[in-house]
């Protein structure tokens, strides 16, 4: 059974603070992603890797980094948190780049930036 | 990039009655379509998906069709139950199987009693 945790359900940040959201996967999946969801705008992708210290922007990057020092383990950095990141935010996980595969979403991070 | 659009964004059927979601997606060089169901307060989780090669796929009270030629597919739900309550989102990977995929913007569907 898959299992993808991440580090907090709810997190309050005061603007400007840096902000590290931690994903960690158990079943060796090449690939992980993070999304960002809020209402009326479905989920949108913000970085994605294939590999270990491999990254790629996904749709909306900006204010965003992320690293993947470990297979299992895909962080998302706020370098400086801003109001306008405050939302619901998922990582995922899936098999194998070279397929399309299932993604396996984490219970969700719900940022709230003051 | 991809583009995917969803209606409707709200849905309410009686129980027992039908429902059909549908998405069109922009690159025609898509190939892979999936639908993920989010009940509240839940992580989303797949619940059917359809390769370009195929036209329809059924899993029980839920199908799925493609016309790759309109570049639209629908999500139907037959005999839907209270538990079929949820938002439904479809989805669309251009990347050849790189799993990078273009959500749609959800669908919430409540069944009524």
């Known amino acids: 059974d898959v299992k993808v945790t991440q580090s907090s359900r709810y997190l309050v940040k005061r603007t400007g603070e840096k902000v590290f959201l931690e994903c960690v996967q158990d079943?060796?999946?090449?690939?992980m992603f993070w999304y960002r969801q809020d209402p009326g705008l479905g989920l949108r992708l913000i970085y994605f890797?294939?590999?270990?210290?491999?990254?790629e922007k996904g749709d909306i990057p900006e204010g965003y980094s992320v690293s993947r020092e470990k297979k299992e383990r895909f962080s998302l950095i706020l370098e400086s948190a801003s109001t306008n990141q405050t939302s619901m935010y998922l990582c995922?996980?899936?098999?194998?780049?070279?397929?399309?595969?299932?993604?396996?979403f984490g219970p969700g991070t719900r940022l709230t930036v003051t | 990039g991809e583009n995917v659009e969803q209606h409707p964004s709200t849905l309410s059927v009686q129980e027992g009655d039908s429902a059909v979601i549908k998405c069109t997606y922009s690159?025609?060089?898509?190939?892979?379509f999936p639908w993920y169901k989010q009940e509240l307060g839940k992580r989303p989780q797949l619940i059917i998906d359809?390769?370009?090669?195929?036209g329809e796929k059924k899993d029980q009270r839920i199908a799925v069709t493609l016309n790759k030629t309109a570049k639209h597919f629908s999500l139907h739900i037959t005999e839907t139950q209270p538990e079929d309550s949820a938002v439904y989102f479809c989805?669309?990977?251009?990347?050849?199987?790189?799993?990078?995929?273009?959500f749609g913007t959800g669908t919430q569907l409540k069944v009524e009693l």
């Open positions: 995922a996980s899936s098999l194998d780049r070279g397929r399309n595969d299932e993604q396996y």
């Open positions: 890797s294939y590999d270990v210290k491999m990254k």
């Open positions: 079943m060796d999946h090449e690939n």
């Open positions: 690159d025609s060089a898509s190939n892979y």
């Open positions: 989805a669309a990977d251009y990347t050849g199987g790189g799993n990078k995929l273009t």
């Open positions: 359809i390769r370009s090669n195929v």
